[in-house]
């Protein structure tokens, strides 16, 4: 098979040497020293984070072009949210008449409203997701597909991931009209050979969802500058994660989609509570921020149905402040 990860970070390199420690033909779109380590030496992930730990991984072919690596069955695109726009211009060279694109991106996803059951609210306005509607000119509605993925990672040194949830690994995948496919059924297969769970689901939102309440919670880190642990040792803390949970919830179901129906990971919780959620690494590191897929876009959605979330709005203010402070976000 042939398979492509535009974006061989973190949760890239995960997958790029999980499907490469699996026999599959790799490709990866990287940059700069991460780039250059993976030609040099493949890429290396170490599952768990004790010395001891097993390190698998494996050569795979890598440039910052995608017109060197030619078209693909599979394309997963695992760059943050705010890098999809060079995503979209770099698309082409990738395709032939079966490529299919597997968006592998946390909070609100740009194709939300493709595929959208008729009995379902229709979204706010998504434009900010896919600003000027270039991923919507570069990838046609028919070689979409919704990914989620429950995978804690961190790009330790160039080449180098290591994975925190070792086990509990998952990759959710479906058509964004929810319907059964040869191909969903091909990619579930792949991704289960090569050891990343891919349970079957007859309603990929609900993943899409169940995630960005999760996601809702751990970006309480930023403000605070602590990992998980921090939010289930202070109880007033605690209390306000339980609260964006609740909300995230009523905004689900309110746009018709119960995420208590999610498919689970393997092992349940990854109870990683020293790991800084994604969110506060982009923070700290001076990476750009996914405040709009994560939390702008989301009180879109609460105001669209009715709903109240002041913690989420409180929240998304203060991230949103922290973040334009240090330049790795706009706001609209």
Not at 255 to 278: I, Y
Request: neutral net charge; aromatic residues 6%.
């Amino acid at each position: 098979m042939r398979v492509c990860v535009f974006g061989a970070g973190a949760v890239g390199g995960h997958l790029a040497a999980k499907l490469a420690a699996a026999g599959h033909d790799v490709s990866v779109v990287a940059r700069g020293a991460n780039l250059a380590a993976i030609r040099k030496d493949g890429i290396a992930l170490r599952e768990g984070a004790h010395a001891a730990a097993r390190t698998i991984g494996g050569r795979v072919h890598a440039s910052d072009r995608s017109a060197d690596l030619g078209a693909q069955d599979f394309v997963f695109v695992t760059t943050k949210a705010t890098a999809l726009a060079a995503f979209a211009a770099a698309a082409a060279p990738l395709c032939d008449s079966n490529t299919a694109f597997v968006f592998v991106q946390n909070g609100i996803p740009w194709w939300y409203a493709q595929g959208l059951a008729t009995a379902r609210p229709q979204p706010p306005d998504l434009s900010r997701l896919d600003p000027g509607g270039a991923l919507a000119h570069a990838i046609a509605p028919e070689r979409v597909i919704g990914g989620v993925v429950y995978s804690s990672n961190k790009l330790v040194e160039p080449g180098v991931v290591v994975n925190y949830s070792e086990g509990r690994n998952m990759l959710v995948v479906g058509e964004t009209d929810d319907s059964p496919s040869e191909r969903i059924a091909a990619l579930r297969a792949l991704l289960n050979a090569a050891d990343m769970h891919s349970p079957a689901t007859s309603d990929i939102r609900q993943s899409v969802w169940d995630k960005l309440i999760v996601n809702f919670g751990s970006t309480l880190c930023v403000p605070i500058g602590e990992p998980i642990r921090a939010l289930l040792e202070d109880p007033a803390l605690r209390a306000v994660r339980e609260r964006l949970f609740a909300e995230g919830r009523a905004m689900a179901k309110a746009h018709g989609v119960p995420p208590e129906g999610a498919a689970k990971r393997p092992g349940g919780a990854s109870g990683l509570t020293d790991h800084k959620p994604s969110m506060l690494q982009d923070y700290e590191l001076g990476r750009p921020m996914e405040v709009d897929a994560i939390l702008a876009v989301p009180c879109a959605f609460a105001r669209a149905a009715g709903v109240p979330v002041p913690a989420l709005e409180a929240l998304t203010a203060v991230t949103a402040r922290l973040a334009a402070r240090k330049g790795l976000y706009s706001p609209p």
